[in-house]
């Protein structure tokens, strides 16, 4: 029995959503059939969490906590309760990398003293009394979690305990770490912030934002997409022209601003181009030098956040190498941060790291998800079930999106009632891609640039290139025919179109990539792969709570069942209805755009559909 096995670091963001203690007791629930006390529920809620805290400012974030682990394999056959550790602490020896095992007694004692006539046995509790010695309940332990049936038998092991009492333990204070300002001065700066998918890079860099201009600083917001920008535009920045504005792209700087920007931050710097093109332009429009130098020419201090594992297109060259080497043709002070800490996907990095494990990412081997209370994953049977899963969430308060591999073709709008062709066919069911426009289509399905936080975005399937830099808490994820498991190994597979002898529009005549970014004329197969891997890891790291996964085909879709392994969330799954209430946080109204509309949404009332974002 153990009720739940997470690093420190996870332990506490698994607390700061509200959900350790209910997982904890359903857990306990679970194995022992009766619910736990009050008493050891608030056990829970102070003493893992200081614990946690204490072990995450000894930089030790990443120990394994094991909670309530039995001592023996058999504890369940032998008589009476079963002991119980209150926590076991896992990881490595700092000298010589062997494993090491702590086994913790909680205790919430202010204060405790030794009684005098039985120094070895008893402790004085103020209002409790005498008490057995904590250590003697962990010498019992010791002999028997290191006996032969001890849980690690067998295996080579340092093993010590000790007793935690966080209500007798001063607080600790750590200093901030000196850091260099982000305030401009005559001197060129660059900033080169990396940290991979949802460690929180475009949060640093808004709050940066908000933070400089309010100094009087002038500041810009530059990334290489137009979906991360129409998202921020359209729900922060709804009615301020000034504000929208302060967002750009990256190859908006041809001509650099005079006088030069205080501050120029770049996000999503792996999507950087060589040059600053565009077929619409005008010769003399075109860059003549590479990008990231027209970015330095902009501002006199640059902010880079970038992620090398995200790049999904071939001609995105932002590396950490480039930006060192064009800092140092600018002889400009360069400044390293790397973000650790998972922010996306419930804070788990071992949802991350399988992730990209059974994508082939990483070279790791693929191992079946160990469910961990802060990330919930699961394989639906069909497009209809995928899409009721997340349509159901959706409407009850959750953010929710359907996004696919860019495996069908893609018609732009039809008509001019800017009709959306359903090109997404898995059988029977036909769903069309986001809208490829720049204005609203047909029953108000909206432009790509803000499909991913219009409430008519539901109605539609997404796809990287409107999904990355965002997240929502589900994701419902369909690979299709590019990326299809075949015997132990990944098969990549481009497509070909047919047209419709009735409708006209561009069919699948052979299953594979359709994504024009990708075809056999502008990168080879080694290349192609490459980019469908990280496709698919942008897509499988967008959500905050649940990912839903669906393959077109049965083999991959088998494979992946395999990886998942049975569900079992002993009533934990997070939908709405089991979040816990303080949880169920409704997503904030579309900034209104003025007086006018302010009157006439007052009239429809708090609760109107067309209020709130998805």
Same mark, same amino acid.
């Given at each position: 029995?153990?009720?739940?096995?997470?690093?420190?670091?996870?332990?506490?963001?698994?607390?700061?959503?509200?959900?350790?203690?209910?997982?904890?007791?359903?857990?306990?629930?679970?194995?022992?059939?009766?619910?736990?006390?009050?008493?050891?529920?608030?056990?829970?809620?102070?003493?893992?969490?200081?614990?946690?805290?204490?072990?995450?400012?000894?930089?030790?974030?990443?120990?394994?906590?094991?909670?309530?682990?039995?001592?023996?394999?058999?504890?369940?056959?032998?008589?009476?309760?079963?002991?119980?550790?209150?926590?076991?602490?896992?990881?490595?020896?700092?000298?010589?990398?062997?494993?090491?095992?702590?086994?913790?007694?909680?205790?919430?004692?202010?204060?405790?003293?030794?009684?005098?006539?039985?120094?070895?046995?008893?402790?004085?509790?103020?209002?409790?009394?005498?008490?057995?010695?904590?250590?003697?309940?962990?010498?019992?332990?010791?002999?028997?979690?290191?006996?032969?049936?001890?849980?690690?038998?067998?295996?080579?092991?340092?093993?010590?305990?000790?007793?935690?009492?966080?209500?007798?333990?001063?607080?600790?204070?750590?200093?901030?770490?000196?850091?260099?300002?982000?305030?401009?001065?005559?001197?060129?700066?660059?900033?080169?912030?990396?940290?991979?998918?949802?460690?929180?890079?475009?949060?640093?860099?808004?709050?940066?934002?908000?933070?400089?201009?309010?100094?009087?600083?002038?500041?810009?917001?530059?990334?290489?997409?137009?979906?991360?920008?129409?998202?921020?535009?359209?729900?922060?920045?709804?009615?301020?022209?000034?504000?929208?504005?302060?967002?750009?792209?990256?190859?908006?700087?041809?001509?650099?601003?005079?006088?030069?920007?205080?501050?120029?931050?770049?996000?999503?710097?792996?999507?950087?181009?060589?040059?600053?093109?565009?077929?619409?332009?005008?010769?003399?429009?075109?860059?003549?030098?590479?990008?990231?130098?027209?970015?330095?020419?902009?501002?006199?201090?640059?902010?880079?956040?970038?992620?090398?594992?995200?790049?999904?297109?071939?001609?995105?060259?932002?590396?950490?190498?480039?930006?060192?080497?064009?800092?140092?043709?600018?002889?400009?002070?360069?400044?390293?941060?790397?973000?650790?800490?998972?922010?996306?996907?419930?804070?788990?990095?071992?949802?991350?790291?399988?992730?990209?494990?059974?994508?082939?990412?990483?070279?790791?081997?693929?191992?079946?998800?160990?469910?961990?209370?802060?990330?919930?994953?699961?394989?639906?049977?069909?497009?209809?079930?995928?899409?009721?899963?997340?349509?159901?969430?959706?409407?009850?308060? =959750? !953010?929710?999106?359907? +996004?696919?591999?860019?495996?069908?073709?893609? %018609?732009?709008?039809?008509? *001019? #009632?800017?009709?959306? /062709?359903?090109?997404?066919?898995?059988?029977?069911?036909?769903?069309?891609?986001?809208?490829?426009?720049?204005?609203?289509?047909?029953?108000?399905?909206?432009?790509?640039?803000?499909?991913?936080?219009?409430?008519?975005?539901?109605?539609?399937?997404?796809?990287?290139?409107?999904?990355?830099?965002?997240?929502?808490?589900?994701?419902?994820?369909?690979?299709?025919?590019?990326?299809?498991?075949?015997?132990?190994?990944?098969?990549?597979?481009?497509?070909?179109?047919?047209?419709?002898?009735?409708?006209?529009?561009?069919?699948?005549?052979?299953?594979?990539?359709?994504?024009?970014?990708?075809?056999?004329?502008?990168?080879?197969?080694?290349?192609?792969?490459?980019?469908?891997?990280?496709?698919?890891?942008?897509?499988?790291?967008? =959500? !905050?709570?649940?990912? +839903?996964?669906?393959?077109?085909?049965?083999? %991959?879709?088998?494979?992946? *069942? #395999?990886?998942?392994? /049975?569900?079992?969330?002993?009533?934990?799954?997070?939908?709405?209805?089991?979040?816990?209430?303080?949880?169920?946080?409704?997503?904030?109204?579309?900034?209104?755009?003025?007086?006018?509309?302010?009157?006439?949404?007052?009239?429809?009332?708090?609760?109107?559909?067309?209020?709130?974002?998805?």
């Amino acid at each position: 029995m153990l009720l739940l096995r997470l690093a420190a670091q996870d332990l506490l963001t698994l607390n700061s959503r509200r959900r350790m203690v209910p997982h904890l007791a359903a857990r306990w629930r679970h194995f022992r059939g009766a619910d736990a006390s009050l008493s050891e529920r608030s056990a829970w809620a102070e003493s893992l969490v200081h614990l946690a805290e204490d072990l995450v400012a000894a930089g030790r974030g990443n120990v394994e906590m094991i909670v309530e682990c039995a001592a023996t394999l058999d504890e369940a056959d032998r008589p009476g309760d079963p002991r119980l550790i209150d926590v076991v602490l896992v990881g490595h020896h700092p000298d010589d990398r062997r494993l090491s095992v702590q086994l913790v007694e909680l205790k919430r004692w202010s204060t405790v003293t030794r009684v005098e006539r039985a120094t070895a046995e008893l402790v004085h509790v103020p209002g409790m009394g005498r008490k057995k010695h904590p250590a003697l309940q962990l010498r019992e332990y010791y002999e028997a979690f290191t006996g032969g049936r001890g849980p690690l038998h067998g295996l080579d092991f340092e093993c010590g305990g000790f007793a935690y009492l966080h209500n007798a333990t001063a607080a600790k204070v750590l200093p901030d770490p000196q850091r260099p300002a982000l305030v401009p001065d005559e001197r060129r700066v660059v900033f080169l912030v990396t940290g991979g998918a949802g460690t929180g890079k475009s949060a640093i860099g808004l709050q940066i934002k908000a933070e400089l201009e309010a100094g009087g600083h002038t500041v810009k917001y530059a990334s290489g997409s137009r979906a991360f920008n129409g998202a921020i535009q359209e729900h922060v920045g709804y009615g301020d022209r000034e504000f929208r504005e302060s967002f750009t792209y990256f190859s908006n700087f041809v001509t650099p601003p005079d006088p030069p920007l205080d501050v120029l931050i770049c996000d999503e710097a792996h999507r950087l181009r060589e040059r600053s093109t565009n077929r619409f332009w005008k010769p003399e429009h075109q860059g003549t030098k590479p990008q990231v130098d027209e970015l330095l020419d902009a501002s006199r201090l640059t902010v880079f956040f970038l992620d090398e594992g995200q790049t999904v297109r071939p001609h995105e060259v932002g590396t950490v190498e480039l930006i060192e080497d064009a800092a140092q043709r600018y002889d400009a002070t360069l400044v390293r941060y790397e973000l650790r800490e998972q922010f996306r996907c419930g804070g788990s990095d071992a949802y991350i790291r399988w992730v990209r494990a059974m994508l082939g990412v990483t070279d790791e081997e693929p191992e079946q998800w160990t469910p961990d209370g802060l990330m919930h994953v699961e394989v639906a049977d069909s497009p209809e079930e995928l899409e009721r899963i997340i349509r159901t969430e959706a409407l009850a308060g =959750a !953010s929710a999106r359907l +996004v696919a591999g860019y495996c069908w073709p893609w %018609t732009k709008p039809i008509g *001019k #009632e800017r009709r959306l /062709e359903a090109d997404v066919r898995i059988g029977d069911w036909h769903r069309p891609w986001n809208a490829d426009s720049d204005a609203f289509c047909e029953d108000g399905a909206p432009p790509c640039r803000i499909w991913a936080v219009h409430e008519k975005g539901l109605d539609q399937i997404g796809c990287v290139y409107t999904a990355q830099g965002l997240e929502w808490d589900w994701c419902g994820v369909i690979m299709g025919e590019d990326m299809v498991r075949r015997s132990d190994r990944w098969v990549f597979r481009r497509g070909k179109e047919r047209k419709d002898p009735e409708s006209g529009v561009k069919r699948v005549a052979v299953p594979g990539s359709f994504d024009p970014k990708v075809k056999a004329g502008s990168v080879d197969d080694e290349e192609f792969a490459r980019l469908v891997r990280h496709a698919y890891h942008v897509l499988m790291t967008r =959500a !905050s709570r649940a990912t +839903v996964l669906y393959s077109t085909d049965e083999e %991959t879709r088998n494979y992946l *069942k #395999e990886l998942v392994g /049975e569900v079992q969330v002993h009533g934990l799954r997070p939908t709405w209805e089991n979040l816990p209430e303080e949880a169920r946080v409704p997503h904030l109204p579309r900034p209104r755009r003025g007086r006018g509309s302010r009157r006439r949404r007052q009239s429809t009332g708090p609760h109107s559909p067309d209020l709130y974002l998805f």
